[in-house]
């Protein structure tokens, strides 16, 4: 059986670091302020929400406290069993093995939809937007949370690494098809100085890895997000 849903993009920080992956999840945004953004759009109490890419369902718990159904999708099948195994004992969660552009669930079946560092990188996504487009009910809406590498001390990072991203086309793609955007600024705050290099090792190519830890030395790092948002 093929581990992998058709047509996923690989992730390489979590499908082959997922222990690692676990501490970056932990770091990311201690003061919540994605999910405040969020709920500054819409709640998800009583929803049924998608959890798109929910990878070892770090974030599932969090939705299932308030909303009455929560489903996940992932393309790694050895992360679906990794999630499942995290909310078994939630009753209101349920995982699945699914692509972006292939989301395993009927047309207009959700109310809201979390899509964090899934793979939403502008053009060449419109297959799995148009999929957001069916599964989203009317009066839904839809997040993609990705990262702002235009400011903050990781975004210096992120540019610096990957230089051929366009983060102006990126947000251009995303206007024409109708999503808005809120800026926020977030944090990494890892516990030891092990922890942060793990991730930036599993975040970074070797070469640049070794300069930001040569370069960075405290346990915290300012990170700039992009929420992007559209009501349906």
């Keep these: ?22 501490v970056e999840n932990r770091a990311a945004d201690p003061d919540g302020i994605i999910a405040l953004a969020m709920r500054s ?23 299932a406290a ?12 050895d992360l679906v069993t990794w999630a499942r195994l995290r909310t078994r004992k ?25 899509a964090r560092w899934a793979y939403f990188f ?13 599964v989203v009910r009317r009066g839904g809406v839809g997040f993609v949370i990705d990262n702002d590498a235009t400011r903050s001390t990781f975004g210096r990072w992120f540019t610096s690494a990957f230089p ?7 947000d251009q793609f995303f206007s024409r098809h109708g999503w808005s955007v809120l800026h926020r600024d977030i944090r990494w705050k890892f516990d030891t100085r092990a922890e942060f290099e793990a ?27 992009n929420i992007r948002v559209k009501h349906y």
Aim: with cysteine; aromatic share 6%.
């Design 66 to 77: 308030e909303a009455e159904r929560v489903i996940g999708v992932e393309p790694h099948g």
């Design 1 to 22: 059986m093929n581990r992998i849903a058709a047509g996923a993009q690989a992730s390489p920080n979590i499908w082959q670091h997922p222990h690692v992956y676990e």
């Design 199 to 225: 991730v930036v090792r599993i975040e970074f190519a070797p070469e640049h890895a070794e300069r930001i830890m040569s370069e960075h030395h405290g346990l915290e790092v300012d990170y700039a997000v």
């Design 122 to 134: 502008g053009p060449g996504c419109e297959p799995g937007l148009d999929e957001l487009a069916r």
């Design 90 to 114: 939630l009753r209101n969660v349920t995982v699945l093995r699914g692509s972006a552009q292939h989301i395993p669930l009927p047309a207009a079946s959700v109310d809201m939809v979390h």
């Design 41 to 63: 759009q819409q709640t998800w109490k009583d929803a049924t929400l998608l959890d798109l890419g929910c990878g070892t369902g770090y974030h599932l718990p969090l939705f």
């Design 164 to 170: 051929s991203y366009d983060a102006g086309a990126v």
